[in-house]
């Protein structure tokens, strides 16, 4: 029988966020879902959703994989295997089983080991986070076990997204993923960490004012109103993400060591050097950023620009750095990048491809020491993050995240609405000059 919106409904395992995100979107274009969580939300769910006629909210997974014709895991990475061993088993015959695991090596070796071989594996990620709009937004399509005839009934249950398809293989999902958020996170992290170690709220005070500090703020501010298993996941269970989140650690303590030791013209050589290898001249036409100025808008701080001392950048320095001594060239994944990464790229193209605002903060690196002791603090952090997840030790990164958010947590409202409508603005802006 050939699947349809009439004869088929989707089964999504897990609530949070962005299963939410799922089911409402999925729901709105006329799909029947079928959901559940944790058995004890099971009671409030019902009352969520309570008024929602096309969900239907069930006890447990064995219920949701009996009926569904698409069931989509929505669990976070460290727990999929578990959950796919419980649940798995019962899936209905001839259905189709994905996830949407920011890692999709542990998840497909879970579907592999406890799926009937009568159910196919089509598995997807939506490159952004719950409250992104996903139009236009990368999703990822995984055809690990499926005919054609599957993989197009799983881009008509999504096409209401109008998100663009990128299809890749789970290899190739988790090293890209890697290459375009794995850093990306460490370095946020890491400012969220080291101005909570100096008892600092940045946009209050002057030095931390303009279109890059807005970035850095706001940015930060939006990964750590998040839920601490998004991030963790990618880092811990993928290899890739370890070796890059590594290298950063690294590239920011020797970067760093040279501004200590006032070894101008070292580091000079070897930031142009990272910068060259990074920002090559083909791609001189990909511009992907907004200007200082225009990102000015975007700030929580009530201080005046003009007081703003140079700042030496040493976390977009080490960001090249660190791309240049693994070989990446952030470009050739822009299909398959998110938000953040873009914006994070543009902020760092725009200081690397302005050769006065470069050697404005070379040279603030070595004789301006207004920024040494917060630089000592991101230091401390990206090296203490990188040995979280060295150490695969989930716990630790949970309790480390979840400090410096409840540190931050009464400006979250705030900056998320601010981060929003950044992000909406230079995704509209680069859509426009990329087009």
């Known amino acids: 029988m050939v699947r349809t919106k009439e004869n088929s409904s989707i089964g999504i395992i897990g609530m949070g966020d962005m299963g939410k995100m799922y089911a409402q979107r999925l729901r709105q274009a006329g799909w029947r879902v079928n959901a559940c969580d944790k058995p004890e939300n099971f009671n409030s769910l019902k009352e969520e959703f309570a008024s929602d006629q096309g969900i239907t909210i069930l006890p447990n997974g064995h219920l949701v994989s009996r009926i569904s014709d698409y069931i989509i895991y929505s669990v976070e990475a460290s727990y999929i295997d578990r959950i796919v061993a419980e649940y798995g088993p019962s899936t209905k015959v001839g259905a189709i089983v994905g ?19 009568d159910v196919e594996i089509i598995s997807c990620h939506s490159l952004h986070g719950p409250k992104v709009d996903p139009k236009g937004q990368p999703l990822v399509l995984i055809q690990h076990r499926a005919s054609d005839e599957s993989l197009r009934f ?107 030791e006032g070894r101008r013209e070292e ?12 920002f090559k001249s083909d791609t001189e ?76 903060a070379l040279d603030t690196a070595i004789d301006d020491h207004t920024f040494r002791s917060d630089d000592l603090e991101f230091t401390f952090a990206a090296r203490a993050w990188s040995d979280c997840v060295s150490f695969g030790d989930f716990e630790s990164y949970r309790d480390r995240f979840e400090r410096i958010q409840r540190y931050f947590a009464p400006r979250f409202p705030e900056a998320v609405r601010i981060g929003n409508e950044m992000i909406q603005t230079i995704l509209e802006k680069t859509t426009t000059d990329t087009s």
């Not at 996830?99 to 071989?117: H, I, M, R, V, W």
């Not at 580091?267 to 990074?278: D, I, P, Q, S």
């Open 154 to 260: 799983v881009e008509e249950v999504f096409s209401s997204f109008g998100s663009k398809y990128v299809y890749l293989s789970g290899e190739m999902h988790d090293r890209i993923t890697a290459d375009t958020q794995a850093v990306t996170h460490a370095a946020f992290l890491s400012m969220g960490t080291a101005w909570q170690a100096n008892n600092q709220f940045p946009w209050e005070i002057p030095r931390w004012v303009g279109g890059i500090e807005n970035v850095k703020i706001n940015i930060t501010l939006r990964i750590y109103a998040n839920k601490w298993h998004v991030y963790a996941g990618l880092a811990i269970l993928n290899p890739a993400a370890k070796e890059q989140i590594r290298q950063y650690a690294q590239s920011v303590t020797e970067l760093y060591k040279l501004m200590l």
């Open 99 to 117: 996830g949407q695991t920011s890692c999709k090596a542990p998840e497909l070796a879970a579907f592999d080991k406890y799926l009937p071989p």
């Open 285 to 360: 036409g990909q511009d992907l950023l907004l200007k200082d100025e225009v990102l000015d808008k975007f700030s929580l701080s009530q201080c005046s620009r003009e007081k703003a001392p140079p700042n030496n950048h040493l976390s977009l320095l080490a960001i090249v750095d660190c791309w240049s001594k693994l070989g990446i060239v952030p470009y050739d994944h822009m299909i398959c990048s998110t938000p953040l990464f873009r914006i994070w790229l543009g902020v760092t193209e725009y200081l690397f491809r302005n050769p006065t605002l470069l050697d404005e």
């Open 267 to 278: 580091l000079k050589r070897r930031v142009k050097a990272a910068g060259a290898a990074v």
